[in-house]
């Protein structure tokens, strides 16, 4: 949440300074695993979802930064086709990362995509809870220092947020607070500093991993997010619209006859949930694919989350087992894109 509304929007050399910093943490930052990297990420993704443009503050749960994590690392905790072994994110020889010891028996039993594994049901509480220790214990210390110093607090400038001067007491952390601009300047900025974070990450794992070559699907593997099968929504879609496409009206014969859609499309910000989804012609959807819709549109598929909210909240199989969550969630990143049009 915004923790302030004193602030006032950033300016062009703000986030140009502000890039400038994100460029020296990757470029001279110490980076013993790939947890920075994924902190970085994990933030920006949050700005994107839960922050504004307005400079503000924004407080930023640890258990939000850890579902995050589980989502960056749920595909990396399997083996790499490639090479058939799963890839080092950490530079200890005698153990895989944290991340990759806690996610590699979940994965082995889901082939869908973490992003609809995220109802944290009791088999998945100890998932939240290893990841929460893992960040508060060593990453959110550790994300601003510079050099190879082992004082943590003499080598850095904590520009993102603000942490107590040791370990011990950024173990007891529930949330950090991002200072005025950073939300903002990460809205601004997501393409470049995603862009850049998953380049250096991806070095990373080629560097500390030596059956890898120069493999041009690597980056695909780490960073690709896996669509879930919204397919099977169809029918349900179908009988929610009544048997029409979501876009133009028309009937569409049965609910093979159309496509489960990404509203905001995938290419502009991954997002499965059912809050996302919509029932489009085949014709219709393969003539947008990655396009944004028409603002009337999206007036339309927002009052749809609204007044089809307590069905696509509801449990399958009768319902869409959304989170409710999401719905808040939708709005922020349909709000977040379209002001980039």
Same mark, same amino acid.
């Given at each position: 949440?915004?923790?302030?509304?004193?602030?006032?929007?950033?300016?062009?050399?703000?986030?140009?300074?502000?890039?400038?910093?994100?460029?020296?943490?990757?470029?001279?930052?110490?980076?013993?695993?790939?947890?920075?990297?994924?902190?970085?990420?994990?933030?920006?993704?949050?700005?994107?979802?839960?922050?504004?443009?307005?400079?503000?503050?924004?407080?930023?749960?640890?258990?939000?930064?850890?579902?995050?994590?589980?989502?960056?690392?749920?595909?990396?905790?399997?083996?790499?086709?490639?090479?058939?072994?799963?890839?080092?994110?950490?530079?200890?020889?005698?153990?895989?990362?944290?991340?990759?010891?806690?996610?590699?028996?979940?994965?082995?039993?889901?082939?869908?995509?973490?992003?609809?594994?995220?109802?944290?049901?009791?088999?998945?509480?100890?998932?939240?809870?290893?990841?929460?220790?893992?960040?508060?214990?060593?990453?959110?210390?550790?994300?601003?220092?510079?050099?190879?110093?082992?004082?943590?607090?003499?080598?850095?400038?904590?520009?993102?947020?603000?942490?107590?001067?040791?370990?011990?007491?950024?173990?007891?952390?529930?949330?950090?607070?991002?200072?005025? &601009?950073?939300?903002?300047?990460? /809205?601004?900025?997501?393409?470049? *500093?995603? @862009?850049?974070?998953? %380049? $250096?990450?991806?070095?990373?794992?080629?560097?500390?991993?030596?059956?890898?070559?120069?493999?041009?699907?690597?980056?695909?593997?780490?960073?690709?997010?896996?669509?879930?099968?919204?397919?099977?929504?169809?029918?349900?879609?179908?009988?929610?619209?009544?048997?029409?496409?979501?876009?133009?009206?028309?009937?569409?014969?049965?609910?093979?006859?159309?496509?489960?859609?990404?509203?905001?499309?995938?290419?502009?910000?991954?997002?499965?949930?059912?809050?996302?989804?919509?029932?489009?012609?085949?014709?219709?959807?393969?003539?947008?694919?990655?396009?944004?819709?028409?603002?009337?549109?999206?007036?339309?598929?927002?009052?749809?989350?609204?007044?089809?909210?307590?069905?696509?909240?509801?449990?399958?199989?009768?319902?869409? &087992?959304?989170?409710?969550?999401? /719905?808040?969630?939708?709005?922020? *990143?349909? @709000?977040?894109?379209? %002001? $980039?049009?």
């Amino acid at each position: 949440m915004r923790t302030n509304s004193n602030s006032t929007p950033p300016t062009a050399e703000f986030h140009l300074a502000f890039l400038a910093k994100i460029e020296r943490l990757l470029a001279e930052g110490r980076f013993t695993s790939t947890y920075k990297f994924a902190l970085l990420i994990a933030l920006t993704n949050i700005a994107v979802e839960r922050g504004d443009d307005s400079g503000d503050e924004l407080e930023v749960e640890v258990d939000e930064i850890a579902r995050q994590f589980l989502e960056l690392y749920w595909s990396m905790a399997r083996p790499y086709p490639r090479v058939n072994t799963i890839l080092k994110q950490n530079r200890e020889a005698a153990k895989p990362s944290r991340m990759i010891t806690i996610l590699k028996d979940e994965v082995r039993h889901s082939i869908s995509s973490y992003q609809r594994l995220r109802v944290y049901r009791a088999s998945r509480d100890s998932l939240l809870s290893e990841t929460r220790r893992t960040l508060a214990k060593d990453v959110l210390y550790r994300l601003h220092t510079i050099g190879n110093a082992r004082d943590a607090a003499k080598t850095s400038e904590q520009f993102l947020y603000d942490h107590p001067p040791t370990a011990g007491d950024c173990a007891k952390l529930a949330s950090i607070t991002l200072k005025p &601009g950073v939300a903002a300047a990460m /809205r601004r900025l997501r393409g470049v *500093i995603v @862009a850049m974070t998953e %380049a $250096r990450w991806a070095l990373w794992v080629r560097e500390n991993n030596e059956k890898l070559a120069a493999d041009r699907e690597l980056e695909e593997f780490l960073f690709g997010a896996t669509r879930s099968p919204v397919s099977n929504f169809a029918a349900r879609f179908y009988d929610l619209q009544e048997g029409r496409c979501f876009y133009t009206g028309d009937k569409l014969r049965e609910p093979s006859a159309g496509d489960v859609d990404h509203f905001i499309p995938w290419a502009r910000y991954p997002f499965d949930s059912p809050f996302n989804l919509v029932l489009a012609s085949k014709k219709v959807n393969n003539t947008l694919r990655d396009t944004l819709k028409p603002t009337e549109w999206r007036d339309r598929w927002l009052a749809r989350n609204d007044s089809d909210f307590a069905q696509l909240t509801a449990p399958v199989p009768d319902g869409f &087992g959304a989170l409710p969550e999401d /719905r808040a969630t939708s709005e922020a *990143i349909a @709000a977040w894109v379209y %002001a $980039r049009m």
